[in-house]
């Protein structure tokens, strides 16, 4: 679970706290980076080092055990390898949370449902790079916090 600060589902000054997040990271050629969130009040794109700092904030305060990791994935992979049967957005009953998406489930020549290979926070797990906050911000940012 991340606690995620300047969410539209929670105004104010609280984060919210997700199961796992998921944003694009466009890392360009000139060397700035820019993070797209279709959940955040943030700009869209914003800036990383922005979105860093307004959205997820410091680790300092947050118990050691709770501390963020992310699981950066090339895009390319991702497309490739993704797969989901909606199977998470259903309560015990297999009645629907909140109502799905309109278009097909993704899925691949090989899995139908993979989403825990993606969200694991294991680097021996599923694809791309685990980094906790410092290191993802000194991959990404352009300055030292």
């Not at 050629?29 to 869209?44: A, C, E, M, N, R």
């Not at 199977?87 to 899925?107: F, L, T």
């Amino acid at each position: 679970m991340v606690p995620i600060w300047k969410q539209q589902t929670r105004p104010g000054s609280g984060p919210v706290i997700w199961d796992y997040h998921v944003v694009l990271l466009h890392v360009s050629s000139g060397g700035q980076s820019f993070i797209y969130d279709l959940d955040t009040v943030l700009p869209f794109p914003c800036l990383f080092d922005t979105y860093v700092e307004d959205a997820f904030k410091s680790d300092d305060d947050i118990h050691p055990q709770f501390r963020r990791k992310f699981r950066v994935i090339r895009a390319d992979s991702y497309l490739k390898n993704f797969a989901s049967d909606r199977s998470h957005m259903k309560d015990s009953s297999g009645n629907w949370r909140e109502p799905p998406p309109p278009y097909p489930c993704i899925e691949t020549g090989d899995s139908k449902m993979n989403l825990n290979d993606f969200i694991s926070m294991d680097p021996e797990v599923g694809w791309g790079a685990v980094y906790t906050l410092s290191e993802f911000v000194h991959r990404f940012g352009s300055k030292n916090y």
